[in-house]
């Protein structure tokens, strides 16, 4: 139990474009949505935590217009990357937690390039 | 705000021998802690966790992490490891006034020789 999938889990970009990676939770509902970045050979760093029907959390830092998060569903939320550049180029990897353990389960990971 | 280090960025080691990976963090209160493993080209996974009760916490693929509150530290160990046990290991750490919003250490890359 306590899937959460990724869509896509590569994908290669245009300078400009904007991207959509989705984050579903298979099995069960996640009350809050959490959103990491990973660069290489570092650790994850928390971009935003996103609660069902509410406008998402960002951490210092972290461009809530140029990283816009929606989380439709208590089994779905969304990145969406706009006007991508090289630099935007990382791994991002969503999580879902249910409430009361504090326990988060990480999805497979979404490697965005941009050229 | 709070921080998590750990000691080790690179560990290299031969089957059979005891593994230790540290980990110290930086709150005053009371915190939730975690150790999660990444092995090559698969997604975050949950080893053991401590919330209360029992410093000394047991987990999957027998590891396990003994919590030292006067030193602020949640170090993960295993007495034997496995080449299977090559993986990337991550310390985390909540308070529990944040939530569930994990603060990540720098990871530990494990390489198990056979």
């Known amino acids: 139990g306590a899937v959460v999938s990724q869509h896509p889990s590569w994908v290669i970009c245009k300078s400009g474009t904007s991207v959509k990676i989705e984050c579903r939770s298979l099995?069960?509902?996640?009350?809050?949505m959490f959103w990491y970045r990973q660069f290489p050979k570092q650790s994850l760093m928390l971009m935003a935590t996103s609660n069902e029907g509410s406008k998402a959390t960002y951490e210092q830092g972290v461009e809530k217009d140029k990283f816009l998060i929606n989380h439709a569903s208590l089994t779905l939320s969304t990145l969406t990357v706009t006007s991508a550049h090289p630099e935007d180029s990382s791994f991002y990897i969503c999580?879902?937690?249910?409430?009361?353990?504090?326990?988060?389960?990480f999805g497979p990971g979404t490697r965005l390039t941009v050229t | 705000a709070q921080s998590v280090s750990q000691h080790n960025h690179h560990v290299i080691l031969s089957e059979a021998a005891s593994l230790e990976l540290g980990c110290n963090y930086s709150?005053?209160?009371?915190?939730?802690l975690f150790w999660y493993v990444q092995y090559p080209g698969q997604h975050l996974q949950l080893l053991l966790k401590y919330f209360s009760g029992d410093p000394l916490v047991k987990g999957i693929k027998g590891f396990e992490a003994e919590f030292i509150k006067s030193k602020f530290s949640f170090n993960l160990r295993k007495p034997s490891v496995q080449w299977s046990d090559t993986a990337e290991y991550f310390c985390a750490v909540t308070p529990k006034a944040a939530g569930n919003k994990l603060t990540f250490g720098g990871g530990t890359r494990v390489l198990v020789k056979p």
């Open positions: 099995d069960f509902q996640a009350t809050t």
């Open positions: 709150y005053g209160g009371t915190v939730n």
């Open positions: 999580s879902a937690s249910i409430q009361g353990p504090y326990e988060q389960y």
